[in-house]
């Protein structure tokens, strides 16, 4: 499979850092002090994973990359150029590479941020779901300012929403990443000629392809463009600020250590008592709100490389009280206002079943006893298979003896919110005190001054 990276911006922002090289040349250290461009981490993570032909889209500056990189050789791969002598926008060089790209789908990425990614498993997704395109999505720290992929029970996508666009009041923290896996008949179905780009219109003005807004946003909706959730690791290091955060993250063992090939560590936490008010039964989306001190406590959790997950008994779908639609909302809400205050959560399970039958409403093929509802292990083995994590190396908080039985049951350390004893090996006050007693001190004091710094840089 071909790969093509998008290497031509020219770094504006963070130019006042690295005012003499191009942006995919800045470089930066592992956790062994060992530093590199950008570019060649990404490189090598591609070619290690079998992605070795690989093509460059370069303008600015493009002697100083292909001089470092030349025919890719030392570095495992073969690497073609295609020089933009004049700006094509970010799509145009798709048109120009069109016979050289095949009738196989291709990798499409974007130079302009750090990301350590399974791609076999995004390909495999891909081709499983007959996709035309495959968008890779992550929740970050600030959804209220990127851009949002709207998409249903399937991963099909039905909307695309720019930072601008008018968005709903709750949603769903999933945002574009710029990683992307395409079929070439996308491009031969844009209704662009390729002859014509980079050619001046009547206007005089040079006409240019762009990705987002001519051939990806107008698939939304047609069953043929689907997302690929995953909580590794991608972010955009344009600025000084977001550099400083990727720097620290990469020399932190973070950025590696997310990649789905190896094993993950999470915190699994249940929802209602530990992340929002205590009401009973919660049928109504006006009484979800989130406990004191959450947004910190979620926040230090992706700072410190443990997955922040929800596993919650949600009988209420079984009861016939709440709709799965109803149930989606009120997690959107709850992943709305973690995102306003710069916290996100890595997933959501749930289980909708109740073992007890008999009662008015009730959803008949819900109400049996299942693998999944707490003080079973289900919703942790699922989330575990899911996303490769270590159960052993992992956590399951909550504020009742299910939430810790449930842990036990899938042979992971437990903490109680409360003072009872049901065989957990911490207790705290709150969700934040916990995630202290959870961390060591010298490792929570370091996510707390990693969360602080990156809260700066949003």
Known sequence: MKTVIMAGGRGTRISELFPDIPKPLIPIADPDGVEKPVLQWEIESLAAQGFNDIILTVSHMH?????????????????????????????????????????EPFLLLNADAVFEIDFNRMVEYHRAKGAAVTLFTHPNSHPYDSGLVIADEQGVVLRWLTKEDVRPRYYKNRVNAGLHVIDPSVLDGAGIDADRVGETDADGRIIRVDLDRQILRPLCGTGRMYCYDSPEYVKDMGTPDRFHSVSADFAGGIVKARKLTDPQRAIFLDRDGTINKYV????????????????????????????????????????????????????????????????????????????????????????????????????????????????????????SENDIRAGINAGCRTGLIGSWQFGQDIAGESLLDAIGKVLSKCEYERVCELQKNASGSR
């Open 63 to 103: 002697e100083k990359i292909s001089s470092y990189f030349g025919d890719g050789s030392v570095f495992g791969v073969h690497i073609e150029y295609f020089v933009e002598e004049a700006p094509l926008g970010n799509a145009g060089a798709l048109f120009k590479l069109r016979s050289v790209l095949g009738g």
């Open 280 to 399: 009973g039964f919660l049928r109504s989306i006006d009484d979800f709100e989130l406990l004191p001190g959450v947004a910190e406590a979620v926040r230090i959790i992706n700072s410190s490389g443990y997955l922040a997950i929800v596993a919650s008994n949600q009988p209420v779908i079984a009861r016939g009280e709440v709709t799965v639609d109803e149930l989606n909302e009120i997690h959107n809400k709850m992943e709305t206002l973690l995102g306003a205050e710069g916290a996100y959560l890595d997933a959501i399970y749930y289980c909708p079943h109740h073992p007890h039958k008999g009662f008015e409403g009730e959803i008949p093929e819900l109400k049996i006893d299942c693998d999944c509802r707490k003080p079973k292990p289900g919703l942790l083995l699922r989330a575990s298979a899911d996303l490769n994590i270590d159960l052993s190396r992992s956590w399951m908080i909550g504020d």
